[in-house]
């Protein structure tokens, strides 16, 4: 009689949920669960969550999922998670304070002083920039000096979660290299960097290759969910998860991401570098494996933003209406850097705006410029990591934007690139964990067999002459228009920016981890 096949559980952290999902030996995904999460943003440029909450949102997407497959039937267990994101801990694993996320921007003085440490850019291959981790400590550091002090471990959000899980510190060296505190080439942290912002390698959890397990489920909750003991994966960040989750893990071939965030990644065999265009080089998930990413802060989250301003019921009817209109030559235009932004600019002051308005501009046309302009802001970015020789033919979109068609195509014919969308896509850092998860629990697994590319759902061919209009009327006219406000940005006013006082009456209270 043969074994029950098996499951393998895949957990992705987000910026607004928590997803789960079961994959089967095949690479199909059997079930699927979530939980949402909120942001605070106690300040101008700040951002915030609880990880409290991650673990609580957790435990119901968990929870909910098991209830559609045979827990004992879970073999391994995988995590992706949001980068980038300052948990700070005291010695009894207690939380010091709200966790800073990737999308906080309050530490750009840190970054200036960052940079200026020796070997900075060669050692982490990027540029400091306000959402990494490193900044964000030195922040607190000069800010928060009591919470500091009481700093015994800094953890990236999916590595709270593992914490939770199994109780020991590990993290991945794809999560790791957004830190600032990593050595990417060699996939190990740097003594320098860390000392650069006051800790060293006891305040770090060990860097494990995503494949590799990190931990094993603890007893206790292995029988409250009905498991076994199995491994947890050291997973990946959600980027390079994504990635795994849709086969992209060889040289060359390229994703698009289109979450809260933008996000164009494409995979190299070696280390390279762009850091003067705020290209991001970083780990893959995988061994061997690095990539080059362009992030903009702002993709399908500025179709909310453009929904309430105008009172759309919700996002799909705004995309409706969008759609029904059409794209017009000539119409509004749309900078979509709601919370400042990173590739090409590096500016965490730019903030949103809409242009060439006239009496007549209604609801459809500026919902169209916020298509527009989050796909030329795309466009920077593929510009940026092209520039290094690294371009791709064909990129696969993954991520809750690409649910739209009628944006897909547009983005197709801005990026002068075939779009392509593939099974699974749409829980692709969730699937790209349990694909990790099965890595680690089989040793003798291989890439090949547990990484293949989903077979792709729909196509989109960009129309050469749109194209040809985008590239040499649209787009100039957006990096234009970026400049000639770049002075306003500059001087904090039209962002509501002010130099934040020390709020250590604000600290969360400490709660202690079980």
Not at 119 to 134: E, K, Y
Not at 214 to 242: I, K, Q
Not at 472 to 480: C, E, S, V
Request: charged fraction near 20%; charge should be negative.
């Amino acid at each position: 009689m043969e074994a029950p096949a098996r499951l393998y559980l895949g957990i992705d952290l987000g910026t607004s949920s928590v997803k789960a999902v079961l994959m089967d030996e095949a690479g199909g995904v059997r079930a699927s669960a979530s939980s949402p999460l909120e942001v605070s943003h106690p300040r101008p440029r700040w951002s915030e969550q609880d990880p409290a909450a991650w673990w609580a949102a957790t435990e119901s997407a968990v929870e909910k999922v098991l209830t559609q497959g045979d827990a004992k039937r879970v073999a391994g267990i995988g995590l992706s998670g949001q980068m980038h994101g300052a948990t700070l801990l005291d010695e009894a694993n207690a939380i010091l304070r709200p966790a800073i996320l990737w999308n906080d921007g309050r530490s750009d003085v840190e970054c200036a002083e960052l940079e200026r440490v020796p070997g900075f850019r060669a050692i982490t291959g990027n540029l400091a920039m306000p959402g990494f981790t490193a900044p964000k400590l030195a922040w607190v550091r000069r800010h928060e000096p009591d919470v500091f002090r009481r700093v015994a471990k800094v953890l990236l959000p999916k590595d709270y979660l593992r914490l939770r899980l199994t109780g020991d510190f590990f993290t991945d060296a794809s999560d790791a290299a957004g830190t600032l505190w990593l050595d990417v080439e060699n996939r190990q942290w740097s003594s320098e960097m860390l000392a650069a912002t006051g800790l060293d390698r006891s305040h770090m959890p060990q860097v494990k290759e995503g494949t590799q397990p990190a931990g094993h489920l603890h007893p206790e909750l292995a029988a409250r969910w009905g498991m076994d003991t199995v491994p947890v994966a050291a997973g990946g960040g959600d980027n390079a998860a994504g990635a795994v989750g849709v086969g992209i893990v060889r040289h060359g071939q390229a994703m698009l991401s289109l979450g809260t965030s933008g996000v164009y990644f494409a995979v190299s065999d070696g280390f390279r570098a762009s850091p003067e265009q705020a290209v991001h080089a970083f780990c893959h998930a995988v061994p061997d494996t690095w990539h080059l990413m362009s992030v903009m802060l702002n993709a399908a989250s500025c179709l909310d933003f453009t929904a309430r301003l105008t009172g759309a019921s919700d996002v799909p009817s705004l995309l409706a209406e969008a759609q029904a209109r059409g794209l017009e030559k000539h119409g509004p235009l749309f900078l979509p850097y709601l919370t400042g932004e990173r590739t090409p600019h590096n500016n965490p002051h730019a903030r949103g705006s809409f242009m060439q308005l006239g009496p007549g501009t209604d609801r459809p046309e500026l919902a169209n410029a916020t298509l527009e302009g989050v796909g030329l802001g795309l466009l920077d970015g593929l510009l940026a990591v092209e520039s290094t020789g690294l371009v791709a033919d064909e990129i696969t979109v993954i991520g809750g934007g690409s649910r739209s068609a009628y944006w897909t195509q547009m983005l197709a014919d801005i990026l002068g690139k075939r779009l392509v969308m593939r099974s699974g896509g749409d829980v692709g850092p969730a699937l790209g964990a349990a694909r990790l998860a099965r890595l680690a629990a089989e040793p003798g697994a291989t890439l090949d067999e547990v990484c293949p590319m989903p077979p792709v759902t729909a196509a989109f061919e960009p129309d050469a002459a749109r194209h040809a209009y985008f590239l040499q009327t649209r787009h100039p006219l957006f990096r234009r228009s970026y400049e000639r406000l770049e002075p306003l940005y500059a001087d904090g006013a039209i962002a509501g920016d002010e130099s934040p006082p020390s709020h250590e009456g604000d600290a969360m209270t400490a709660r202690r981890s079980p």
